[in-house]
């Protein structure tokens, strides 16, 4: 039963990525098909996606649908500067259509997907997106990683960052990351320490332990781990309520451990089923200890239910097999004796080849105790454990985490996304020809084409939620407006300048000069969209094969020294 609902959730998923994709690009294109009829220009075709499996021709236009889900297109043979004599497809030749005409027609393709991604946008806004963390005007360091360019900078648990950049910040911890991540050159973070004021700078570097696929992608995180505040809402007569937990309490810790995120309260709690739990709260200034026993979240199904052994694996890059990262306190893990570094290698005699393989296995098994091959110090044992039974359970509280940005919101954020990307990627390169010493982690590598944005959709429906999935949608909608306005002769924006150029100077530009630079246009288009489809094929295999998540511990060999020393500096 189990693996059918996962069968039917992917397919949903999946269903949902070619709807998305495709209402995009219907969008687009029927911003240019509607101003092509308006200004009475001759239509071909109206095609979504490639190579047609359905045709119908109504009033003179061949109406398509291809099986190719990946792009469309209005065959518009008056728009095509390119050509000095424009000919129907029967081969018919057509007047030349004015300027005016073609730059009203290129950009309507563009207008229409910022009109349905606004559109689109006010379903977000209403429902709300999930945050990682609520805003915050200040973040509390809780740990920093020895050797990072941030420790080395002089960073500190305990530092109040105050500042980024020189700019006061009201931003959850994903926005204020992700503007570290786009910052070219040194990052300069304004700290509070003993009340006083410092500032610490240092060159960001790419951090094999960030989470998700950053690590794999090679993008700047920062080595330092903020206190993420979890402000708690208890329910009338709920284990919290009676435990003393009042509304607006901040969780600090759980079971001793530093609280980083939703999922890791959560999961603590589903582990200690329906034993007291310790937790530590904030309120206001003062730091309290309770404890509380959760409650099994009654009316849902079985397949809720997870069977755990409490370890988190990884991959080490010159050694094959599966490796324990993680023990997870008080777990099955640690009480049958295994430890951090061990390699797993069998369970039941059955070889392990993946952390996925080892997952379902004790899927499988359940609560049945198994033995379990390892390696440790290059001697093979034998370990005896034994699943725990984890059930959804819950104190009673409610955690408000969502946002509710207007559509104007997410096209400004897009549009800022947008150009931050683009001049991270210019940096970078000029970096690399010596023309700047400044820096970026952000590369052309990072940029996603069909593929990736399949896969992103797929991800944020499958493993999110359907608003997470729109969302997404907003912003390939907004950003499919931005890329097609460059003006670049392949592109709207193109026939936008060249529409422009001759509205200016009274005559088209020469025929021969349009079709160069059409060619050269399109082969570099071309080359860049094999390339971004590579890129995105890499992640599609990093994302569904064995070994995709895992990457291995520890710093770069060679990390940037400050330039004067390792402590923070007082501001002026």
């Known amino acids: 039963m189990e693996q059918f609902l996962d069968i039917l959730l992917n397919i949903g998923a999946l269903i949902f990525v070619f709807v998305a994709i495709g209402f995009c690009v219907f969008s687009h294109e029927l911003g240019h098909f509607l101003a092509a009829k308006w200004r009475g220009l001759h239509i071909d075709a109206f095609s979504i996606g490639f190579r047609p499996i359905w045709r119908k021709k109504i009033n003179g236009v061949e109406y398509r649908i291809g099986w190719l889900p990946f792009g469309g297109y209005v065959e518009l043979p008056q728009v095509d500067a390119t050509d000095a004599v424009p000919k129907a497809a029967d081969g018919t030749e057509l007047p030349r259509a004015k300027a005016l005409d073609r730059v009203i027609t290129a950009v309507a393709g563009p207008l229409f997907n910022i009109l349905s991604g606004l559109l689109l946008g006010c379903i977000v806004w209403l429902v709300g997106m999930p945050q990682d963390s609520p805003k915050m005007r ?53 700290i509070i320490r003993d009340g006083k004021p410092l500032e610490i700078t240092y060159t960001p570097i790419d951090n094999p332990n960030a989470p998700g696929t950053l690590a794999a992608e090679k993008i700047t995180y920062p080595f330092f781990t903020p206190l993420i505040p979890i402000e708690l809402t208890p329910e009338k007569d709920s284990p919290a309520a009676r435990a003393g937990i009042r509304a607006g309490d901040l969780l600090v810790k759980i079971n001793g451990e530093p609280v980083h995120e939703y999922e890791e309260f959560q999961l603590a709690l589903d582990q200690a089923g329906n034993r007291p739990i310790p937790l530590t709260i904030r309120r206001g200034g003062e730091m309290l200890e309770m404890t509380v026993t959760p409650e099994p979240i009654p009316g849902l199904p079985a397949e809720f239910t997870r069977y755990l052994i409490g370890v988190i694996m990884t991959y080490h890059k010159d050694q094959p097999g599966v490796f324990v990262q993680e023990i997870v306190p008080n777990s099955p893990a640690q009480e049958a004796g295994l430890k951090t570094g061990d390699r797993l290698i069998a ?84 970096n690399k020809l010596g023309m700047t010493e400044q820096t970026s982690t952000i590369k052309a590598s990072h940029m996603s084409g069909p593929l990736g944005i399949g896969l992103v959709l797929f991800n944020s429906v499958r493993y999110s939620s359907l608003i997470s999935g729109i969302y997404f949608v907003v912003i390939i909608s907004f950003a499919l407006a931005i890329f097609n306005l460059f003006p670049l002769p392949v592109l709207d924006g193109g026939h936008i300048l060249f529409g422009i150029i001759e509205i200016v100077f009274k005559k088209p530009l020469p025929t021969v000069i349009l079709k160069g630079l059409s060619v050269v246009f399109v082969t570099l288009l071309i080359g860049l969209m094999l390339y971004v489809t590579f890129s995105d094929a890499k992640r599609v295999y990093r994302n569904f094969a064995p070994t995709s998540a895992a990457t291995e511990r520890g710093l770069p060999e060679k990390l940037p020294q400050p330039e004067k020393s390792d402590a923070a500096t007082p501001q002026p």
Do not use: C
């Open 138 to 190: 200040e973040i509390t360091v809780l740990e920093v990683e020895e050797g990072s360019p941030e420790f080395l900078a002089g960073l500190r648990p305990g530092d109040k960052i105050v500042s980024l950049n020189g700019e006061p910040f009201f931003d959850t911890w994903a926005k204020f990351y992700s503007r570290i991540v786009f910052t070219v050159g040194k990052v300069t973070l304004g």
């Open 347 to 430: 369970i039941d005699g059955r070889n392990l080849t993946s952390s996925t393989a080892m997952a379902e296995r004790v899927q499988e098994l359940k609560t049945t105790p198994f033995r379990l091959t390892i390696e440790r110090d290059g001697k093979e044992e034998t370990l005896t454990l034994q699943a725990r039974e984890v059930r959804p359970h819950s104190i009673g509280v409610t955690i408000a985490l969502l946002n509710h940005p207007t559509p104007f919101q997410q096209l400004e954020d897009t549009v800022v996304m947008s150009y931050q990307s683009l001049r991270g990627i210019l940096v970078g390169l000029a």
